[in-house]
């Protein structure tokens, strides 16, 4: 029995079935090729069932011989072999338990001839889908394809629920993956290809076989925020192309999904910051409907609470995926707490059972160093660390402390952008004064000439103090030249009459920048 009938057109030279193709599609899962390996590129024109070791008339050019143990056995195997060689067979293809000669290997590659051996199936049934493979790889790929796409939900309500259905029907693992090439769902042992990650839908050579991704936009439809993957084994283009076009189709309800808990995890932010501003209230008493809102998000607010106040650079704003990276350092480095997004930062602290002893605040402050440093390209934080207080009230009082150190990040000699509460010594009594508002108005005042419209002089000023007076770091950040950063400075230190080369005249504008700065932010809406 031969498939197609001999009058069907065929396929391209170039573009047919390749016999390696054939070791990754379903029908063979299971099969064992044993021999002929050097011949697995050959093109499929026809397959062909034998019911016999001399039944190969039907066998021709390009031919994939489908035959069951029960006509060949051993040696018998052999004489098919040489048969369908002869004959320009391009496979052989056995189902059934068969004992395999060692004669029978080398045989098979000796002439290139791949055998493959099924152990179970019935000829005729896997040369009709074979056949299909072969003769229509473009309807077959379609038709795969809309049998995923019925099996996708039509209002996801997590990631899983559109990588399964997509994961089953190509028998291949399917991964979502982040833009710092993190598997976000699926499979972690799936090893990205080492390429950059595409804008595009594209198939990707990697191992024995190929690796397609297809881009998510949620936010911008220029800059990917997400990427669906997945591995194949060697794969006719057809199929290739196929697996492209529907994991292209998958990104929308990935994006739509992305895009709804987005929503919520925005509004769930602002609850979260709401509550923060309660607890962190010292003129109030915490009422029992507040209570009630820290135990339904998981606050705990009795034991000993150690604050940390993390505070974006200037010109950096909160991403997407910030606050999930923030707390992914934070837990590298032993620290898991609450995380709540602010304005201008983040509010994070941990509790524990017992108070802490008083020689741990450095173990903590370095900690936070190691997470705020392993996001410094990516996420610059500077950071203050407040001490451990008992109850609910402890979260606002570690907190405030947190916020104060968080104003000398980066301004000591030592230059870390964490600090630790009981670090400042003497400086705790300029934290304090900033805090008032006789400070802020006397910030606004001597900041007052680059206020309004010399906003830009603010900034660089800003950022050329926050990085040691160096013009080569600030205009790093800046995307300017540095000698446009020396000349904004002068211009700076002009307008507000000071003399940057002096500490004392350091401290007080970087003290006053951050101040102005801070009070903006906090004006916005947390």
Same mark, same amino acid.
């Given at each position: ?66 035959? $069951?143990?029960?006509? @060949? ?5 052999? *004489?098919?072999?040489?048969? %369908? ?22 045989? $098979? ?5 791949? @055998? ?42 997590? =990631? ?21 090439? =993190? *598997? ?31 881009? @998510?936009? *949620? ?10 993957? =997945? ?12 697996? %492209? ?50 135990? !339904? ?69 370095? $900690? ?112 300017? !030249?540095?000698?446009? @950063? ?41």
């Amino acid at each position: 029995m031969i498939f197609p009938d001999p009058a069907r057109p065929l396929a391209e030279p170039g573009r047919r079935l390749r016999v390696r193709h054939l070791l990754g599609v379903g029908e063979l899962t299971g099969a064992e090729l044993i021999g002929g390996h050097d011949g697995l590129d050959r093109e499929i024109t026809e397959v062909a069932v034998l019911h016999g070791t001399g039944d190969t008339e039907a066998v021709g050019q390009g031919t994939l011989v489908i035959t $069951a143990s029960r006509a @060949v056995a051993g040696y018998e195997l052999e *004489v098919l072999i040489r048969a %369908a060689h002869s004959k320009g067979a391009v496979a052989v293809v056995v189902l059934g338990q068969i004992r395999i000669l060692r004669s029978t290997r080398q045989m $098979a590659d000796r002439r290139d001839l791949p @055998v493959i051996v099924v152990p179970t199936g019935e000829p005729v049934q896997l040369a009709t889908r074979l056949a299909a493979h072969v003769l229509e790889p473009t309807r077959l790929a379609v038709q795969r394809a809309l049998q995923v796409l019925n099996r996708l939900p039509g209002a996801p309500t997590s =990631t899983e629920q559109i990588l399964q259905p997509l994961r089953e029907s190509l028998q291949a693992p399917v991964v979502l993956l982040g833009r710092d090439r =993190t *598997v976000l769902a699926g499979s972690a042992d799936f090893t990205l290809a080492d390429v950059e990650l595409p804008s595009y839908a594209q198939v990707i050579p990697a191992g024995h076989g190929h690796q397609v991704l297809a881009p @998510v936009f *949620v936010d911008d439809p220029v800059r990917p925020d997400l990427w669906l993957g =997945t591995q194949l084994p060697a794969s006719h283009q057809v199929w290739l192309d196929g697996v %492209a076009q529907l994991l292209k189709v998958a990104a929308f309800p990935i994006a739509a999904l992305t895009a709804r808990e987005r929503i919520r995890g925005e509004q769930d932010a602002r609850d979260r910051s709401t509550l923060l501003a309660e607890l962190m209230d010292a003129t109030q008493a915490l009422g029992r409907h507040t209570v009630q809102r820290a135990l !339904h998000v998981g606050w705990r607010l009795d034991g000993w609470h150690t604050g940390v106040y993390l505070q974006l650079e200037l010109g950096i704003e909160h991403a997407p995926d910030s606050t999930a990276a923030l707390a992914r350092a934070l837990r590298a480095q032993g620290l898991v707490g609450v995380l709540a997004e602010r304005s201008d930062g983040w509010v994070f602290w941990f509790t524990d059972d017992a108070e802490p002893p008083s020689t741990t605040f450095r173990s903590t402050r370095l $900690a936070v160093a190691h997470a705020v440093e392993s996001l410094r390209d990516r996420l610059p934080l500077i950071a203050g660390v407040g001490r451990p207080y008992e109850g609910h009230t402890g979260i606002g009082r570690t907190v405030r402390e947190a916020r104060e150190a968080c104003l000398f990040a980066g301004m000591t000699s030592r230059r870390s952008p964490v600090e630790h509460i009981d670090e400042l010594g003497a400086r705790r009594i300029l934290a304090r004064w900033h805090e008032s508002e006789a400070f802020s108005s006397y910030a606004r005042t001597v900041l007052a000439p680059l206020l309004g419209g010399e906003d830009v002089l603010l900034d660089t000023l800003q950022v050329y103090l926050d990085r040691e007076s160096s013009a080569s770091a600030a205009a790093s950040f800046l995307g300017v !030249h540095r000698n446009t @950063v020396n000349q904004r400075v002068e211009r700076a230190e002009r307008a507000l009459g000071v003399d940057l080369s002096r500490p004392d005249d350091r401290l007080v504008i970087q003290l006053a920048c951050r101040v102005v700065r801070g009070s903006e932010q906090a004006r916005l809406p947390s």
